[in-house]
Every structure is written in C-alpha cells, then in structure tokens.
C-alpha cells in the first residue's frame, strides 16, 4: 500500500542504484537536540541494516527559530568534514544568513522577519544588541561575530542532489524546466507552483521547506519537513533500492 500512488503512474518504483542508501534529514531549525538525536537513530539504523554505501543529506534549513542554530551548524561541519557521503542543501535561510553576515543590511532586516533573533542569540548576540542602531549596523556586527566557517560552509551548501529516480533539493523544481536549467531561487523558495502541479518527468522530489503535520506522501514528491521547531519532530527518511522508510524524533 505505501507505493499505490507510485503503481498507479508509473510502470517501476523509483528505486536507487544498487549498494547505495540515502537517509535525507528535512529542516532542522536550530533544534540540535533532535538533531544529536536523529544522528544516533541513523546510526542505530545502520547498524541494524545489511552493509551499504550510506549518505546523509540535510534538505537545508538547519538554522533560525530554535535555541540552538550555531550548535547545529558545528554539528553538520563536522559530519561534512568527516565523510565526503555527507552533504548539505543551501536552503532559503542559509541565503539569507549568508547574505546577511556578510555585510547586506536588507538580508539582516530579513533574517529578523524568519526567526533570525535566536540564531543570533546562539552566536552571542543579544536581542538588544541587533536591535541597537540601523540594519546596516546589525550586517556590520554579524559580519564581525559570525565566525567565517560557518559562512563559508553554509554558503558552499549545494542546490540540488540528482540520485537514482530522486531529486533532493530544498524547496522544489519549478514544473516543466529541465533539472539542468531550474534556478537556484526556486530551489530554495518554491512553494505552490510546484507543490499544486502533477509532475511526469520521470523523477520523484524529495524537499523540505513547507512544514506539514507530518511526512507529505504524493506521486512525484514527498515533502519531510514535519516543523521540528515547534513539533519536537524531525524526520528523516531513507531510501535504499525501491524501498523508503521514516524515523521521526
């Protein structure tokens, strides 16, 4: 019954190569609680399972309205630096952060707007503290106190991740353009152009971004950002061959 959707349109179940397991984290949102959790559930999980080329690979958000974003980010780097089959997704908060702690006043106005004070306060930055003088002096000091790696890293974070019959990306595609030609904005913005369309190119998307209650199961598209800022919930699913199946905190 979990592939009936899958049957229905489509003559194989998308499946990945042979030997290779993909476990995608959806958003994280500064909960490295869950996260530190989650990390032990994977590797409990592999333990458990035959032997295979395993990949982990965050759908982007990691940062922004829970406590803990600057934990968060130093967990990723290292997993990032200890295997190359860890990967990570640029979502629309990591632009904005990004751009923002490099100097732009008018991402710094944004980041405030999306949950940006708790990332702040994580990096020792109080709220009285962003909230003293003009957006552009906010840019200025999160350009002095936010260390450089994490910039770098979450600035190098990949757009898209082409596996098998899977596309992972932040967001989603933009319906009808080629994956070579789809643009970095829509990757990480994309909401009802791509979540209302009934898609048949052969590719299913799987994306975070749009949190739902719980995993968002459809045809061409499973969304896993179950809101684990405010849920408690954060989800993971893996893939290996034509199976898939969840772990949730």
């Not at 552009?136 to 019959?165: C, F, S, T, Y």
Request: charged letters at 25%; a negative charge.
């Amino acid at each position: 019954m979990l592939f009936s959707k899958f049957v229905r349109k489509r003559s194989k179940l998308p499946s990945l190569p042979p030997g290779e397991r993909v476990y995608a984290i959806g958003d994280v949102h500064g909960r490295a609680d869950l996260l530190a959790r989650m990390i032990g559930m994977i590797e409990a999980d592999v333990a458990g399972r035959d032997e295979a080329l395993v990949h982990l690979i965050f759908l982007g958000d990691l940062i922004d309205r829970g406590p803990a974003s600057a934990r968060v980010v130093e967990i990723v780097r290292a997993l990032l630096d200890a295997s190359q089959r860890v990967r990570l997704l640029k979502g629309n908060h990591e632009e904005i952060f990004v751009s923002a702690a490099r100097g732009c006043s008018k991402a710094a106005r944004s980041l405030l707007g999306m949950g940006g004070y708790e990332t702040l306060e994580s990096y020792g930055i109080s709220r009285e503290d962003a909230d003293l003088g003009t957006m552009q002096d906010l840019a200025d000091l999160l350009e002095k106190r936010i260390p450089e790696h994490h910039v770098n890293m979450l600035d190098r974070a990949e757009d898209m991740i082409v596996m098998g019959d899977y596309v992972f990306v932040h967001a989603g595609i933009r319906p009808g353009v080629h994956l070579d030609r789809q643009h970095g904005n829509d990757l990480r913005w994309i909401r009802r152009p791509f979540l209302e369309a009934q898609r048949n190119d052969g590719h299913v998307v799987i994306h975070g971004h749009t949190p739902t209650a719980d995993i968002d199961y459809q045809s061409d598209r499973i969304g896993i950002d179950t809101g684990a800022c405010y849920s408690g919930k954060l989800t993971a699913l893996a893939l290996e061959g034509a199976e898939r199946w969840t772990l949730q905190t």
